[in-house]
Structures are given as C-alpha cells and as structure tokens.
C-alpha cells in the first residue's frame, strides 16, 4: 500500500466531524421534539379538561352501533350503492360466526336507515311470516325502547320485499318491518329503515344459519352519533392550526375540528431542495412511526394511539405529513369519568419548521464539514504526495547509485533537509559511501594484488630458468617443467587479474573514430569460427555498413569477451549468434547462444565487476580462471558507448541473450581536439 | 672480452638470478640494489648495456630517475626497463625518457637474453658502414634490420626493440594478416592481447608524428593485423 493511500485512509478520519454534527443535530432535534411532543400532550390534555369542563356530554359507554349522517337521500332497495361512502364502516354484527353479518347504520332527518350484508353460501329460504322461519335463514332484530323488547326474524322466501312482525308487538315499537332483500351466490343483503320517531334506545342483531343452527344472544347495543355540540366545543377549544378530533374507547368518532394546516409563515416548502429533501428521507423519515390511518376524514380512528388512550395510557407518534416534506405529531389522551375512560381525544399538529429546520443546520453543517473534510484531505493527500515523492526520490537516487555499481555519483537529495528524511539519506549517503570504498577496494584489489603477485613470480621464474641451466636429473626435470607450468599458469592469472586495470585506463585514453560497424562484426565472427568448433556461428548483419564512431578496438575487446562467455556456455553442437540492428538511436549488438539459461538470482548483477556465474566444475584444468571480470568489461565498453548492456534468457528460452545497446561515443568539438 | 651489463634491481633474488643467468650467458653481469649506488658504480665504468627496475626501494620511480642521468651521459646506451608494473603509463613515460625496451618482470629469460643480444647487435651494426642490401624497403617504409632501424619517407622511426619486431613481422608479408599469437611470437614477448592492441597503437602514434597521413597498419577485427603494402 503506497504512502499516498495510507495517508488518504487517514484522511477519512476526518469524516467523524460530519458524524459528530449529524448526532448533535439529531440530539437538539430530539430536544426540539420531545419539547413539541410535551407542549401538545398538555394541550390536549386542558382541551379534554375543557370538554369536561364545558359538561359535553361523554358518549355512550358501553357496546355501540354508529350512526352516520346521510347526507344524500338513501333508497331503500337491498344494494349498496347509497352506502358506498360507509362500505369500510360495516360492523361485524357479533363475534366468531356472527361476524359474517355485518351492518352499517345511517340516518337523515327522518329516517334511520339499516344495511346488513350476510356473507352465506348455503341459503334456506322462507318468508318472515312462516311459522319456519326460526329454523331458517334469517338475521333476527331486537329493538328495544323503554324497558320494553320486541324482535323481528329479517327473512324472506325471494329477492325483494321482506315484511317481518314483531314478536310481540308493542305499542312504543313498529309493528312489522318493511324492507327489501337481496342476494346473490355468497352472499344476502338486507336493507329496511325505521322512522326516527320510534328508534329504539338500544338494538342488536343475531345471525341464524340454517345450516350451522346456532342462535346467538348478543348484547343490545346504543346507537352513538357525532356530537355536533362537542365539535363546536372543540372548535373553541382546539388550538389553531390543529386538528383534535373526540372518539370513543373503541376509536368511534364523536366529533371533530380543525384541520392540518401548514405554518403560514414557512411560504417556501421546496427552499430545502433535492438534498435537503434526501436528508430528510434518509435519516429523519425513520423515525416517523405514525399511524397514516388517522389521515383523512373516517368514522373510526384505527391506531396505535388511539387504543393506547382507550387503556388510559396517552400515546404521541409522529408520521409523515400529506404534504412532502411535512411531519405530524399526533397526541391521543384518554378522556376520563370516574376512573373509567370515556373517550379519546386525539391532537394532531403538522409541522415543517423541524424537519426545516433540522435539515438547514444539516445542509449548512454538511457543507461546512465537507468543505472541511476536503481541505484536510487535501492537505493531508498533498503532504503524502510530497512524502512520497521524497522518499521516491532518494530511493531512486539510492537504487540508481547501487544500481551503477556501488559507485557513488554525489549528494543524495534530501541530504540536507532536517526532518528524519534528511537523517535517512544522511544514512543511505554513509552507506553508499562505504559501499562504494568497498566496492572500489574490490576492484582495485586484483589489480593491487596482481602488481604485488608480479616480484614473487619473477622471483620463481628466473629462477626456475636458472635452474633450467644446472645439470639435473629426469626425474628433477620432471618437476622442474611442471613448476614451470604452474608459474606460467600463475603468470596468466595475475594478468587476468589486472586486466579490468587496464581496460579502463584503456578506455580512460580511447579515441573515438569513425568506422562501419557491420565490417567490425562481420570480421569478428570469421575470426570466432576458427575458435568455435562444433558449435555454429550465425551471424545476421543489416544491409550497408553501419556507421558509427567509437572505439573499434574496445568493441572488438568487448565482444571477444561476450564471444568467450558464449563459447564456454554453449555446449558441443550448439549454436552462438552475433547480430547486428540499427536502433532508433544507435544500435543493437546481440551474442546469443544455445546453452543453460541464466540463474534468476544474478541476471541484474551479471555486468557487475567480480560476479561470475560459472560453476567450478565447469572449468577445465588449463584454462584461464573466471574473476568475474569479463562481462565487467562489456559493461564499461557499453558505458563509454553511451549504451548499456542487458542480459537475459532468450524468449524461446532455448539460451541466452547479451545485449549491448550502443549509440557510440560523444564527438568531440573541434576546440577539444587540439 | 665479455660484454658488461649492470642490472639495477632492489629485489635481490631476482638480481642474483638474473645475475647468475646472465653471467652464464657470457657477459660480465653487475648487480646493483639501488639507484645511489649504481650511479657511483657508473661513474667509474659505464657498462655497455642498463637493466633497470623502475622502482627502486623507497624510490617509487627511480628508474625514470637513473634513465634520464644515464641518457645524458650516453645517448646510444642500450637500455632496458623491468618492472612489476606493466600499465600504459609506465610504458609512455619510460619510452620518452629514451629507454630502448620495456618488459615485464615476468618475461621469460630467454626473451631477455634475446632483447639482449638484439642490442648488441644494433650497437655493432652502428658502429659498422651501412650495408645497403640489408635493407627492406616499401614504399616510404625503409627497414635496416641488422641496425633495427626504421624510417619512414626518409625519418627515423624511434621504435622499441619490441615494436621494431612487430613492424618487421608485418611489413615483411605486405597484405597478409598477422595475427596477435604471431606478433608475440616474433617480437619474443608474451603479453595479452589488450597489450598488444596498445604496442599497435603506440606504433601508430610514432608513425602519425612524421607522417599525420600514415595508415598502413590495418586492423582485421577479430583476426589481428595487416600491412598495408
């Protein structure tokens, strides 16, 4: 991992500014909530005080029926379209079985109106006055008024009207009931209504199935209807801007007032914009848990809250507005009567000035810290790159100094800077230093070694060519030829010991001439042929002689070299290729040979001075010992050429390449020569 | 009479071997460890030929030293410098002080006492009239063998003993390519073939100073030398 991505990773620490603004906001705007929440909860609990205060009167306790008010004509004819606007509002008759029926009730000025649709698929079918009716199908109606109770079995043998007595018939209390009655595959509806002027104070409704005879007692239940007189009471109560509505335990609405109008003052709701707007969606909107149900206009009050204000316990929630962008809070209190809850009255406030005001902070913190963030990235990424380029620059300065060999070529950058950077190539230049003494004494050492070889070998041949002149036995003669091998062989390791020596004092006085290349190589090779033996001499030239200006002993000298490197890895049969191409700056000089391929290890080093990858094994008794000097050698012709020499395994990987990339010598100007 | 040579060597095993081996040959060989004592030694009795190491004990170049007082004394006495150090600037710079060879210490003993004798032969030849059949003569090239003498367009040619054997072997065979191998043979040294690419050169050089056109040494790469006739 670079420097570079080390230090950007360390840049994202400064994302836990944003994060830490983000929770404040979140906090305050908890704070700004529960405030909200506290001030709502305790207003709806004075408007409940009020009502009671004002003696509005509690609904009717226990089990009810509500009444809706008609506010267009209802024909009664046994379908549903007049109740269209109440078709989510029928109520399930009884519990378990008896739910299959389920009524709706509504009334106008005159009339109380009653639709009840029975889901049953297996029908027995009698009129109401057949003494069989008990045992029939038929929903059975018990009114009562005043203490006194009558029923009327709902039944009939046909689509259409339906007459039913009352049983027994009293006088506060209709005698028959008149109403139509109709059906299709799975179900039956009945539709009848009464004259307000004998409703009864209570009814209830029990299914009979024939098919399952079951009779059921269920409770009489009170009719409940909206309390105008409440709802003008909550519209003098009610806060602006707020919309309270009162219902019963069970949810029923009794009255309500006001409406869910924005704050005039927030006149622009797209001032937040897309972002905002994200924000909110992605972060506030969680946490709105209301009950969407309580939207709207309708006869019940589904939710949470309510039936948590039915158990006595009071119940806020928030819920996401009609209009985006808008929240609202929702406050449910039971109303109480003698430890009994009465009623629920249900507080509704919209409001856009939090999540506004929430997402302003937001953006501007947002911006702020982004801002923020990309400085300190920027500063931060700008450093590393500054870091890096520094340490990329002494490390290349360190590489290019190893890479030449150890020799040191000046200062290191960054030699003085003051920082631990400066103390790393104060300690790389020290290094380098002392790589560069060693590697000088390394290379001087032969040739050190083989001037101080010089006297003693002199020594030992003129005296053994002193010897040579006494009389002497064979056996003495003998010895004294192979002392003199040894010395000869000697005498050719110092000089091979010295050679580097020479060569680059040969280099250091080498004159550059012009000459054709191709004519030096082509001739080369028809001397190697002579040395190659079995082994086959390819030689590819380009077309035309090749210019160039060099030193054409130092390039034979140094391809003699590669030449010598080749035969010796080239086994018997093999093959060795001299090549020449011109290159877009000079030109390319290729030995290649059959043979081993290079040890991994060494290919970079192969041109150093003293590296020799030759096994002993390889070396016959009486030729000349490899120092390692050789492709040094190449190396430094290759150098003094502007060029540089590669090695490598060839492509193929049947043998090796060694590659001198030569672009020829500086020429001099006139001014130098003389 | 024998013929006096003096050998100014401060390692005096090979003084003595070279003394000895000499002496063998028939000449009245002196040794002599340094260069204050040789110069007394000289002052009394010059010898007919100078062997000398080019560094003398505590004195790094004091052969250089003990040539140059010697060539003002004599300009035609045959000298040789012997040395452990066999680097181009050690060559030059003995050459210029007028020596009339140069080797390594490592040169065998019979090229020595082949130099020797080649030596003496020159000296004698000089003192003798010119014997103008013995001359090989090219173009602008003129050799006097028997006085080891080479001119070119009519000037002498400060050759060495070794780089008169190496143009004699190759201007003798106009045209034919000599390789390094036989250079070496016949100017009876044996060195490597960088020292000898550098002779080459050095003899250039010394026909390039009377002639800036020369060129009649032809490099065949990878093959050796050719006269160019």
Redesign the interface.
Same mark, same amino acid.
């Given at each position: 991992m670079s420097l570079r991505l080390k230090l950007l990773i360390v840049a994202l620490s400064t994302l836990v500014l944003p994060w830490m603004g983000w929770q404040l906001v979140r906090q305050t705007e908890s704070l700004l909530r529960q405030g909200q929440e506290q001030a709502l909860q305790a207003s709806a609990e004075a408007i409940v005080k009020a009502i009671d205060a004002l003696g509005v009167a509690a609904p009717v306790e226990g089990p009810v029926f509500p009444v809706f008010a008609a506010s267009a004509p209802i024909l009664v004819d046994g379908y549903t379209d007049d109740w269209s606007a109440w078709a989510a509002d029928l109520q399930p008759i009884g519990p378990g079985e008896q739910a299959r029926a389920r009524v709706a009730l509504a009334e106008d000025r005159a009339w109380l109106y009653v639709l009840l649709d029975v889901r049953d698929g297996t029908r027995s079918r009698v009129d109401a006055r057949d003494r069989r009716v008990w045992t029939s199908d038929h929903v059975l109606l018990e009114l009562e008024r005043g203490g006194e109770r009558s029923r009327y079995p709902l039944a009939s043998a046909a689509p259409g009207e339906f007459d039913a007595p009352a049983d027994p018939p009293l006088r506060e209390l209709p005698e028959r009931i008149v109403g139509q009655w109709q059906e299709d595959g799975s179900s039956y509806r009945i539709e009848f209504r009464l004259p307000r002027a004998v409703l009864p104070d209570r009814l209830a409704f029990s299914l009979y199935d024939a098919a399952e005879p079951v009779r059921a007692d269920p409770p009489l239940r009170r009719l409940l209807r909206y309390d105008e007189d409440a709802a003008r009471a909550l519209a003098r109560l009610a806060p602006e801007r707020m919309r309270a509505r009162l219902a019963t335990p069970e949810g029923w609405l009794v009255a309500d007032s006001g409406g869910l109008g924005a704050e005039a003052d927030e006149a622009e709701p797209d001032e937040e914009g897309w972002f905002g707007g994200l924000i909110y969606r992605g972060m506030i909107a969680p946490a709105l848990t209301g009950t969407r149900a309580l939207d709207g206009v309708s006869a019940r009050l589904a939710g949470a809250e309510v039936a948590a204000a039915a158990t006595g316990r009071p119940l806020l929630s928030w819920r996401p507005g009609e209009r985006p962008g808008e929240v609202v809070l929702a406050a449910a209190v039971p109303r109480r009567a003698g430890g009994r809850v009465t009623g629920v009255l249900l507080l509704e406030q919209a409001s856009r000035a939090l999540p506004l005001l929430a997402n302003r902070a937001l953006t501007e913190l947002a911006v702020a810290s982004a801002i923020a963030l990309a400085v300190a990235a920027g500063v931060l990424v700008s450093f590393g790159a500054l870091l890096s380029f520094r340490i990329r620059r002494l490390r290349n300065a360190a590489e290019q100094a190893v890479g030449s060999g150890g020799r040191w070529t000046g200062p290191l950058p960054l030699a003085d800077a003051g920082d631990e950077l400066g103390d790393l190539a104060r300690s790389f230049g020290k290094l380098l230093h002392e790589v560069d003494a060693y590697t000088g004494y390394l290379r001087t050492l032969a040739s050190k070694l083989s001037h101080e070889l010089n006297t003693p070998l002199a020594i030992v041949k003129s005296s053994l060519d002193n010897l040579d002149q006494q009389p002497l036995g064979d056996g003495a003669r003998a010895y004294l030829a192979r002392a003199r091998d040894g010395a000869e062989r000697l005498g050719t390791i110092v000089r091979a010991m010295s050679e580097s020596h020479r060569i680059e004092r040969a280099i250091a006085s080498a004159d550059a001439e012009d000459f054709d290349l191709a004519a030096l190589v082509a001739g080369c090779a028809e001397g190697y042929r002579a040395l190659a033996g079995t082994r086959a001499i390819r030689l590819r030239l380009p077309d035309g002689p090749v210019p160039f200006h060099g030193a054409p002993e130092l390039i034979a000298q140094a391809l003699d070299k590669l030449f010598d490197n080749a035969r010796s890895f080239t086994p018997e049969g093999g093959w060795i290729e001299l090549r020449l191409a011109r290159e877009r700056d000079g030109v390319v000089l290729t030995v290649a040979n059959s043979g081993p391929l290079l040890p991994a290890a060494l290919q970079d080093r192969l041109f150093d001075t003293l590296v020799s990858v030759r096994e002993r094994s390889a070396r016959g008794s009486g030729e000349a010992p490899h120092l390692g000097l050789g492709l040094y050698v190449v190396r430094l012709v290759a150098d003094l050429h502007r060029g540089r020499a590669v090695a490598h395994d060839r492509a193929e990987r049947d043998g090796v390449e060694f590659v001198l990339h030569l672009v020829g010598m500086p020429r001099r100007r006139l001014a130098d020569v003389h | 009479m024998p013929r006096t040579i003096a050998i100014v060597e401060d390692?005096p095993?090979?003084r003595a071997?070279?003394v000895?081996?000499l002496g #063998?040959i028939g000449y009245e060989v002196r040794g002599y460890a340094s260069r204050p004592e040789a110069e007394t030694a000289f002052a009394q009795r010059m010898p007919e030929l100078v062997i000398i190491d080019i560094g003398l004990g505590d004195e790094p170049e004091g052969g250089f030293e003990l040539c140059r007082s010697l060539r003002v004394r004599s300009p035609t006495l045959p000298i040789i410098f012997l040395t452990? #150090?066999?680097? $181009?600037?050690d060559v030059i710079s003995g050459l210029r002080l007028g020596a009339d060879d140069y080797l390594? /210490? $490592?040169v065998?003993?019979?090229q020595l006492a082949a130099r020797i004798s080649a030596l003496f032969r020159r000296m004698d030849a000089l003192r003798r009239p010119v014997e103008s059949d013995s001359a090989i003569e090219q173009g602008p090239l003129r050799i006097e063998s028997e006085r080891m003498r080479i001119s070119w367009a009519g000037q002498d040619v400060p050759l060495t003993v070794t780089e008169f054997w190496m143009v004699y072997t190759l201007a003798r065979f106009p045209g034919h390519v000599k390789s390094r191998d036989q250079l070496m043979r016949d100017a009876q040294v044996?060195? $490597?073939?960088?020292?000898i690419?550098?002779h080459i /050169?050095r003899i250039r050089k010394k026909f390039v100073a009377i002639d800036p056109a020369f060129d009649a040494i032809d490099?065949?790469?990878?093959?050796g030398y050719r006269w160019r006739g």
């Open positions: - | 390692e095993l090979i071997n070279y000895e081996a #063998r452990a #150090r066999d680097s $181009d600037f390594a /210490k $490592d065998s003993f019979h044996v060195v $490597d073939d960088a020292t690419t550098s /050169k490099t065949v790469h990878g093959a």
